[in-house]
């Protein structure tokens, strides 16, 4: 079959079974959205800024587990798509991006709108493409898709010439793809472990140190029998936060530089961490020679090259957790007593009980750990919650009930601004059924404020929560604490919008909420209304993140309270 | 930690870019580039990159990894023994006194590859440590230029 390369990138996608693309069009990109306007296998969402269209794309693949798919023309519109990129690529999300470029002959001329599209985006993607015949095509997006999602995934990146998505070419797309150079490995080698195993009967405080590989690897069900049946406690990291679930006893919550008392300092007391799909970041290892002094490290990954990169490892295993948990779980079941672990289970759970996750509620303001609970009372698994960054971002990760993976999607290695929101829209058209959260504060939301126009025009209706307090407010609380109050830059205070008619204007919904019951009623109407809507709450200005591990802290040596 | 030098030789797809992704990689990552040679694989569709580069074990460790990682990549040849040789162009003007100099080629395996109406080029192929000796040697022959190569190697 014969066809251009505008029809091949229809007809790859439709073989892929992709139903959403977002997308902003422009000159290098025109024949390709030419023949999307002729197709009826996807929907198009034309969002209001490139960086959006990749963070809903990126959303959509979180919330769904399948590839992300986004369009963006040439020049400014795929360097606006760069930090989308890089958002997607340091979580391991697995995206296909189809930039436009000018055509080959004008390839280094400096012509309009021309920017080296691969050489920027190099370092922030799993791979990129620059196709210059329309023949290679077809074996470029296959590849693709395939890169995308296979071993630990991340985004891919095709740029396309206009020229060559006009030029016909035979269209011949292979069914299934083998590739000489990548070859990931996702069986774990067996002797290794039975090694762990034995390693785990030996020890006395174990710790499972969950992390975003779990979620990717759908190995979450597996995490939690084999927690239950050794009886190990866990942790969870920001990206793996809802594998164990909420209500699960040997949860001993996030870690990290927020995390809680019982889970750092089960981190810090442990004889044996055993990290599944988790990669040591600085925001949860703390100073590096502090961390996990006493134990020996287990780590299980699909990428080679997350093992032993920042802590030297006793146990490696490369492979797919799903793979590794279950071939491990039948040695594990004659080998693992889960009474030997009782004491520790029993010091774990008295830590928290003499540092639990709180906050103390007043009556006279409404505080934002509060708005976070009272979502998860109401809404509870009805909901998948994605939050922009900052400090709502943590307390959510904290309050916030998850009783599954997929259900919290956050910006964790990069920290994008301006994610929630776009992420939230592609969340709604990947699990329709669901409600669609964004929880967000004043300083993110306007980040990515233009999206209302798309979720109005597209009817997804996401609910934003701001937990408005008038401050970019994690960099506010490390002023407080860090730079004795010299609050640069930091106050919003003095120039806010009026979220509400601002929602308005753009034909959603909006409502400003200074009191409990008023928050109550608002997110009623807000989720009767199916309409984008953004509900304003005015919480306590100067509340902080706590506990909190200071960078290059300690994780045993969390500030549990701040005093003046 | 110690630093140590290496020698890698990286198999990769002769594609489009393949060399920006490793150089790269390497400055994105912070680190060192001694020496960088590249070249086809013969009859194949590979190329043949001889990265020297020196950093501490885990550094190491990594570069390697971090290597596999990129797709194009077929193979990181990291351990074992290589035989790895530099060459060397020396030109020296003509009115010079070459007394030795025939000495000093033969003790370094080297020819004189070229000469002019009032210079003559010499070249020398060996390891990086004997070259190093030879082009301090040759100093005395007043060079107007030294071209010294990257490594190549052959694993063993």
């Known amino acids: ?564 | 930690m110690k630093e140590i030098r290496r020698v890698l030789s990286v198999i990769v797809t002769n594609e489009d870019g393949v060399l920006s992704r490793i150089s790269g990689l390497f400055a994105g990552r912070g680190y060192n580039i001694d020496s960088l040679t590249v070249a086809p694989v013969p009859e194949t569709n590979l190329s043949r990159l001889t990265i020297v580069t020196c950093g501490n074990e885990r550094v190491l460790e990594q570069i390697v990894k971090q290597l596999h990682k990129l797709i194009p990549t077929y193979k990181v040849i990291e351990s074992g023994e290589f035989v790895e040789k530099e060459m060397a162009l020396v030109k020296i003007p003509l009115n010079e006194d070459f007394n030795g100099l025939d000495a000093m080629l033969k003790a370094y395996n080297g020819t004189i590859a070229n000469s002019g109406e009032n210079f003559i080029v010499i070249m020398v192929a060996d390891n990086a440590k004997r070259i190093d000796n030879f082009l301090k040697t040759v100093k005395r022959y007043n060079p107007i230029q030294i071209v010294r190569s990257g490594s190549v190697a052959m694993d063993i």
């Open chain 1, 1 to 564: 079959m014969d066809l251009n390369g505008s029809q091949m990138v229809i007809e790859a996608l439709r073989r892929e079974n992709v139903s959403v693309v977002f997308g902003y069009p422009g000159g290098a990109i025109m024949n390709v959205y030419d023949e999307i306007y002729k197709q009826n296998y996807f929907e198009h969402i034309l969002t209001r800024h490139e960086q959006a269209a990749i963070h809903a794309a990126d959303g959509y693949a979180r919330a769904s587990g399948k590839v992300g798919v986004a369009f963006v023309t040439s020049g400014p519109g795929f360097t606006n798509a760069v930090t989308g990129l890089a958002t997607a690529y340091i979580d391991s999300v697995p995206m296909v991006v189809i930039s436009g470029q000018v055509p080959i002959s004008m390839i280094g001329t400096d012509a309009f709108q021309e920017i080296d599209a691969v050489g920027i985006s190099r370092p922030c993607v799993k791979h990129n493409y620059l196709v210059k015949d329309a023949k290679d095509l077809p074996r470029v997006l296959k590849e693709a898709f395939y890169i995308a999602s296979s071993g630990r995934p991340g985004p891919v990146h095709i740029d396309i010439p206009k020229d060559v998505t006009a030029q016909i070419a035979k269209f011949d797309y292979p069914q299934k793809i083998t590739m000489q150079t990548y070859k990931p490995t996702y069986k774990g080698n067996s002797r290794q472990i039975k090694k762990v195993v034995d390693a785990i009967a030996n020890s006395s405080r174990p710790i499972l140190y969950i992390g975003g590989g779990a979620v990717n690897s759908g190995a979450s069900e597996l995490v939690r029998e084999f927690a239950k049946f050794t009886g190990i406690p866990a942790v969870e990291t920001l990206m793996a936060r809802g594998v164990m679930g909420d209500s699960n006893p040997l949860l001993m919550g996030m870690v990290g530089m927020h995390g809680c008392y019982s889970a750092n300092m089960a981190m810090s007391e442990a004889d044996l961490m055993i990290a599944l799909g988790s990669r040591f970041d600085d925001r949860v290892t703390g100073k590096l020679s502090e961390f996990a002094k006493h134990a020996k490290v287990v780590h299980v990954d699909i990428d080679p090259s997350s093992i032993g990169k920042i802590v030297d490892i006793d146990y490696p295993i490369v492979g797919d957790l799903k793979n590794v948990l279950s071939d491990m779980m039948p040695i594990a079941r004659e080998k693992v007593k889960r009474a030997k672990y009782q004491s520790w289970r029993d010091l774990l759970k008295r830590y928290d009980e003499i540092h639990p996750l709180g906050y103390s509620d007043n009556k006279n303001n409404i505080k934002p750990q509060w708005v976070i609970q009272r979502v998860g009372e109401t809404l509870g698994d009805k909901a998948i919650i994605s939050t922009d960054v900052g400090q709502h971002q943590m307390w959510t990760a904290q309050f916030y009930p998850f009783s599954r993976p997929r259900q919290f999607i956050t910006s964790g290695g990069l920290g994008t601004m301006g994610f929630g929101f776009p992420a939230a829209m592609g969340v709604k058209k990947a699990i329709p059924e669901k409600i669609s959260i964004n929880i967000s504060g004043d300083g993110s939301i306007l980040m990515n404020i233009q999206e209302l126009m798309t979720a109005y025009e597209s009817n997804i209706p996401v609910i934003n929560i701001i937990l408005n307090n008038g401050f970019l407010g994690m960099v506010r609380q490390w002023q407080t604490f860090f730079y004795d109050k010299r609050y640069a830059s930091t106050d919003l205070s003095r120039a806010q919008p009026d979220f509400v008619k601002l929602a308005e204007s753009f034909g959603g919904r909006g409502f400003r909420v200074e009191t409990k019951k008023e928050f109550d009623e608002a997110l009623k109407e807000a989720i009767k209304s199916n309409v984008v809507c953004m509900i304003d709450v005015n919480v306590d200005r100067l509340e902080n993140v706590l506990p909190m591990v200071p960078a290059g802290g300690t994780l045993y040596n969390m500030m549990l309270e701040y005093k003046e």
